[in-house]
T-cell receptor
């Protein structure tokens, strides 16, 4: 079956612009979570959605937002981009939400954002 | 305090040799899960192995095994018979029963030498 698909794979923006990233989870997966990966900070949790509801949010400013649609596809948006937002944004899906031994995250290849 | 600590930024191993990647974790939960992921240069995180806090046996998946020492709060990944394709970043992660997110370590870069 198809894996987690993230689009676009690469994008370049300038400071002050906004960006929207898309994530299509594995068919049947209802949980989608987003992570920011940078060389200095590693993988940092942004938020998790399950059945169109945000279940948890990491410690990021309000410029970072997300949503999930009824087909489980998810988007994240970053407004008023800053240089420090340059990162690899990873989306992951899972069948379940919350704690479960079976709740393995399956990641997409990521969207690499460069802010100039 | 860091939830997941990986103290080896970089490791080298000879092809066909075994290598151990260290991971320690911090939690007060009794129920938690420990995961290892591999990230090649392409960027995609690949799930390798899972260990539940109540599992009495160490998890194994092919050439991967997890050396789980609960009292020491360590969950080291052992890769046997290293292959050139094992060269990648390796991340240890944890999810607690009471939490809704995964915590990742800073990763270990493994290079397999021919």
């Amino acid at each position: 079956k198809a894996g987690v698909t993230q689009t676009p794979r690469y994008l370049i923006k300038t400071r002050g612009q906004q960006v929207t990233l898309s994530c299509s989870p594995i068919s049947g997966h209802r949980s989608v979570s987003w992570y920011q990966q940078t060389p200095g900070q590693g993988l940092q949790f942004l938020f998790e959605y399950f059945s169109e509801t945000q279940r948890n949010k990491g410690n990021f400013p309000g410029r970072f937002s997300g949503r999930q649609f009824s087909n489980s596809r998810s988007e994240m948006n970053v407004s008023t981009l800053e240089l420090g937002d340059s990162a690899l944004y990873l989306c992951a899906s899972s069948f379940l939400a919350g704690f479960s031994g079976a709740n393995v995250l399956t990641f997409g290849a990521g969207s690499r954002l460069t802010v100039l | 305090a860091q939830k997941i600590t990986q103290t080896q930024p970089g490791m080298f191993v000879q092809e066909k040799e075994a290598v151990t990647l260290d991971c320690t974790y911090d939690t007060s939960d009794q129920s938690y899960g420990l995961f290892w992921y591999k990230q090649p240069s392409s960027g995609e995180m690949i799930f390798l192995i899972y260990q539940g806090s109540y599992d009495e046996q160490n998890a194994t998946e092919g050439r991967y095994s997890l050396n789980f020492q609960k009292a020491r709060k360590s969950a080291n990944l052992v890769i046997s018979a290293s292959q050139l394709g094992d060269s990648a970043m390796y991340f240890c992660a944890m999810r607690e029963l009471t939490g809704n997110q995964f915590y990742f370590g800073t990763g270990t870069s493994l290079t397999v030498i021919p």
